[in-house]
């Protein structure tokens, strides 16, 4: 959400598009640390959540983008 609120403002369609994909990897990035938590501590009801959270919220910013390049 920081990178989109970054960006907003600029006015820029290919800036903006760039800060969807900065988005898209950060959830990325969520969904890879779930499975340090589950390797680590042992609660993979917790990390599957959060992994699926941050694969729908990765799928809406495709989304958006999609919605920004049309």
């Known amino acids: 959400m920081n990178n989109i609120t970054e960006v ?3 006015g ?3 800036e903006f598009i760039r ?3 900065y988005s898209q990897r950060s959830c990325s990035e ?3 640390m779930t499975y340090i938590i ?4 042992k609660v993979d009801e917790f990390a599957l959540k ?4 941050a694969l729908e919220e990765r799928k809406q910013i ?4 999609d ?3 049309c």
């Not at 959060?50 to 959270?53: A, C, E, L, R």
Request: charged content about 20%; overall charge neutral.
């Open 30 to 32: 969520m969904m890879s």
């Open 50 to 53: 959060i992994y699926n959270m």
């Open 8 to 10: 907003f403002d600029r």
């Open 12 to 14: 820029s369609n290919n």
């Open 19 to 21: 800060f969807l994909k």
């Open 38 to 41: 589950r390797d680590i501590y």
């Open 67 to 69: 919605s920004v390049i």
């Open 62 to 65: 495709i989304g958006f983008e």
